[in-house]
């Protein structure tokens, strides 16, 4: 080798980064209630807190919202509770106090998610409340306009025809119906 050729060394390959919205993507064709859940709360969570976090949201904003938009049933049977019902019966049947305490520590960990969605950049928030009308909808064969879609997530970008929430929709294959 020669000393006066001096060729800088070849950096070793960059790896791809795992970024959050990469992690999204992957789970949207594998596990659309974890990539619900991810959007939601940052992570993927147990299914005791999944179904919890499900039941809250059914329960709190999306249950009257889906009634009223597109006519989806009030009373879904898929919303959660009987999940959590069966698993709190089961522990207090088997005298298996770590199971409620399992339960409650799940309630702790959505509580404290749900506190930190109104505090969501705007298109993460979206991103998380379309993921689960996208589970409702799918579930229920339905497809929403965008219009009714804009409404329900407080979107107040009509005037240029919704191009973030669009671009959301069409990166997570939302259900939208056309007109």
């Given amino acids: ?6 060729t800088p060394p070849t950096p070793p ?6 970024t959050p919205l990469k ?3 992957a789970l949207l064709e594998a596990d659309i209630e974890q990539a619900t859940n991810l959007a939601s709360f940052g992570r ?18 999306l249950r009257a919202k889906l009634a009223r938009e597109i006519g989806v049933p009030v009373e879904n049977t898929s919303n959660g509770r009987g999940f959590i019902e069966d698993k709190f ?4 049947e088997t005298g298996d106090a770590s199971e409620i305490h399992a339960i409650a520590d799940a309630l702790t960990v959505v509580k404290a998610c749900e ?28 497809k929403m306009p965008i219009k009714k879609l804009a409404k329900a997530v407080g979107s107040d970008e009509h005037e240029n025809g919704h191009p973030t929430l669009r671009a959301i929709c069409e990166e997570i294959h939302f259900p939208l119906q056309c007109k």
């Fill in 1 to 6: 080798m020669n000393k006066k050729s001096k």
């Fill in 13 to 18: 390959p960059s790896k791809p980064r795992n």
């Fill in 23 to 25: 992690k999204l993507r």
């Fill in 44 to 61: 993927e969570l147990s299914e005791t807190e999944s179904q919890i976090a499900f039941y809250r949201v059914w329960k709190q904003s």
């Fill in 89 to 92: 019966f089961r522990a207090i």
């Fill in 115 to 142: 506190e930190t969605l109104p505090k969501l950049p705007r298109a993460k928030k979206w991103r998380t409340q379309l993921l689960m009308l996208k589970r409702i909808l799918d579930f229920y064969g339905k």
